[in-house]
């Protein structure tokens, strides 16, 4: 059954309920992941997005922050959600499809400004939870499992404008590529879109703050498509529809698509 998936860290469902919308009018996923939701559950726009087409949802919210969806138009089963780094946050949630395979939707701590965990909390929890990412997977090995999200690292030199440049800034430092690459591995999960894509830069988000995003161009690739080993070879057509990054009241990310023949 091939199926196709997207991954969009959305920052508020509510307020961009239109373009949420839009991408399911113009793209049609079989099934999409939402991050940064910042809604509690029942007054998300399930309604709306039933009426699209997408029937089943599987969400965790919290006013104002967090939150993470999954909308299909595929029948699809609630299995949980972990309370990594028990920060009690709204940030994992998984579902099954008929299929048999799971989809871990996680929107991982940002982390704060400054990338040192004595002076930061917020960078602190991040390195903690996904090390604690790490230690579920090395627990659990996924089988039939897809992996996505805004996992707000930027782990290759390519995966951002400039590697130099951005070596102290929070999403790219060496310790959180480290980590974020001791959880892939613990889980033997293959980076789906730089399967596909596996040669130069490519990015998923572009701040708010320049005033010309497009033209600038100072990129970073923090949202991600990850399959387990055994399903990892059906996956194709990878691609991120940056152009959603210029839509009307946009978020500052883009959705990232991929295809699995299952």
Not at 69 to 87: C, T
Not at 101 to 109: A, K, L, Q
Not at 202 to 220: I, M, N
């Amino acid at each position: 059954m091939p199926f196709s998936l997207a991954t969009w860290n959305i920052n508020s469902v509510r307020l961009r309920a239109p373009i949420v919308l839009r991408l399911l009018a113009e793209t049609a996923p079989d099934v999409l992941c939402l991050q940064e939701c910042k809604s509690p559950v029942e007054k998300m726009p399930l309604d709306a997005f039933a009426a699209a087409g997408y029937r089943y949802a599987v969400a965790r919210g919290q006013k104002g922050y967090n939150g993470v969806a999954i909308l299909s138009k595929l029948p699809i089963e609630d299995v949980g959600e972990r309370d990594f780094a028990q920060l009690g946050h709204a940030r994992h949630v998984a579902a099954r499809l008929e299929n048999g395979v799971t989809v871990h939707n996680f929107y991982v701590p940002a982390g704060g400004d400054v990338p040192d965990r004595e002076v930061n909390l917020k960078f602190g929890q991040k390195l903690d939870y996904l090390t604690e990412m790490r230690d579920w997977f090395h627990a659990e090995k996924p089988e039939k499992s897809i992996l996505v999200g805004d996992l707000n690292i930027a782990p290759r030199e390519d995966d951002v404008w400039n590697h130099k440049a951005l070596l102290k800034i929070v999403s790219h430092t060496p310790v959180e590529v480290e980590h974020l690459g001791a959880a892939q591995d613990a889980g033997n999960w293959v980076d789906v879109t730089r399967k596909d894509i596996p040669e130069g830069q490519l990015y998923s988000w572009w701040s708010y703050r320049a005033k010309d995003w497009d033209a600038a161009d100072k990129g970073r690739r923090l949202d991600h498509v990850w399959a387990s080993p055994d399903i990892a070879n059906a996956a194709h057509s990878s691609r991120i529809l940056r152009a959603a990054r210029g839509w009307e009241q946009p978020s500052d990310h883009a959705p990232v698509f991929a295809t699995f023949d299952l």
